[in-house]
C-alpha cells in the first residue's frame, strides 16, 4: 500500500500544477531559514525523560498560496557518549504544510479577529531503522487569528492518520484530533535589528483509543499535551534563547508507571538553551 505521506505529496503536486495564481495584494512573498545549536535538558519523548545536544535546521515562509514551516533535527549532534539518545535514531522531520482557502477562491475570508483561512496539515516523519518508525500525518483546518496581545498566532485544527507509531495499535488509521496554537510576539526592542521576542505553540492531541491490548492500557493514554514557551534574543544574523516546555502524558505515555525497571517521566517541565545562524 502505498504511504499516505506519498499521496499529501502528489496533492500538491496537482494543486501546483492546476492552481493558476491570484494577484492577493495582502499576501507578501517570502522565506527564512535559521540553523539553531539546543541543549534539552529532562526532555521528553517516548516514556523517558532524556538530555541531549542537537542541531535543528529551522524554514518557513510564505508563496502565494502556500504557507510552510517546518524543522528537521539531528539528534545527538555532537556524537557524546554522554547523551541519553547516542548511538539512536539519528533524526526527526517535522513539516506544516498550509494552503490558503481565501488565495485559491480569491476571497477575502476575513471576520473580526480572523485573518485567514487554511487547508492545514503537518507531518511527522522519524526512521527506525530495525521496526517501524514514526510516520503521522494531521490534517485539517488552519487558521490566521489576531489575539489580544499575542497578536496574529496560528491556530489550527486536525485530526489524526497514523501510518507508523513504533509497532502501536493505532497504526494505519485514523485515531484521534489535535488543538493546535503558536505565536511570535516581539516584546522589546534593544536597537533597530535587536529584540526580544515571546514565542511557541502549544498542542493538545485527544480522543485517541490508543488501548487496544493489556500493555496500552497500563501505559498509553487518549490524551497528550506539550507546549514550549521561549524568550529569544534576535538580531540581523543571530538569535539566543531559553524555552521551558510544558508536558502531560507526552506521546500518549502514562506518567510514573514502572516499565523496563524505570520509571516513565512523560509530565513536567524541560529546559531548552539554544544559539542559531539565520541565512
Avoid: C
Avoid at 13 to 25: E, F, G, R, T
Avoid at 112 to 122: K, M
Avoid at 196 to 223: P, V
Amino acid at each position: 500500500m502505498k504511504s499516505l505521506i506519498l499521496k499529501i505529496f502528489f496533492l500538491f503536486v496537482v494543486l501546483v500544477i492546476n492552481i493558476s495564481a491570484k494577484n492577493i495584494d495582502s499576501i507578501t512573498n517570502s522565506h527564512w531559514e535559521t540553523l539553531h545549536l539546543y541543549h534539552g535538558e529532562n526532555q521528553k519523548a517516548g516514556p523517558f525523560a532524556f538530555d541531549d545536544n542537537y542541531v535543528e535546521f529551522e524554514f518557513g515562509g510564505r508563496y502565494e498560496w502556500l504557507d510552510l514551516y517546518g524543522y528537521i533535527d539531528f539528534i545527538d549532534a555532537l556524537n557524546s557518549s554522554t547523551s541519553d539518545k547516542h548511538g539512536q535514531n539519528n533524526f526527526f522531520v517535522d513539516i506544516e504544510p498550509r494552503i490558503s482557502i481565501d488565495y485559491l477562491t480569491n476571497t477575502d475570508l476575513s471576520y473580526g479577529a480572523l485573518q485567514e483561512l487554511f487547508i492545514a496539515f503537518d507531518i511527522y516523519y522519524a526512521d527506525e531503522p530495525n521496526g517501524n518508525g514514526l510516520k503521522i500525518v494531521w490534517m485539517g483546518l488552519g487558521s490566521d487569528i489576531d489575539i489580544p496581545w499575542l497578536g496574529k498566532s496560528g491556530v489550527n485544527f486536525y485530526t489524526r492518520y497514523v501510518e507508523e507509531n513504533y509497532g502501536a495499535s493505532n497504526e494505519n488509521s485514523f485515531d484521534g484530533y489535535v488543538a493546535h496554537i503558536n505565536w511570535f510576539k516581539p516584546l522589546y526592542n534593544f536597537t533597530d535589528s535587536r529584540f526580544l521576542s515571546f514565542q511557541g505553540y502549544l498542542d493538545y492531541e485527544f480522543g485517541s483509543d490508543l488501548d487496544n491490548n493489556s500493555f496500552e492500557r497500563q501505559y498509553r493514554t487518549s490524551d497528550s499535551l506539550q507546549s514550549y514557551l521561549g524568550l529569544w534574543v534576535h538580531d540581523k544574523k543571530w538569535t539566543a534563547g531559553y524555552g521551558l516546555k510544558v508536558y502531560k502524558d507526552m506521546t500518549q505515555w502514562k506518567d510514573g508507571e514502572v516499565l523496563n525497571n524505570k520509571e516513565t517521566k512523560t509530565s513536567g517541565y524541560a529546559h531548552y538553551f539554544n544559539v542559531g545562524y539565520k541565512f
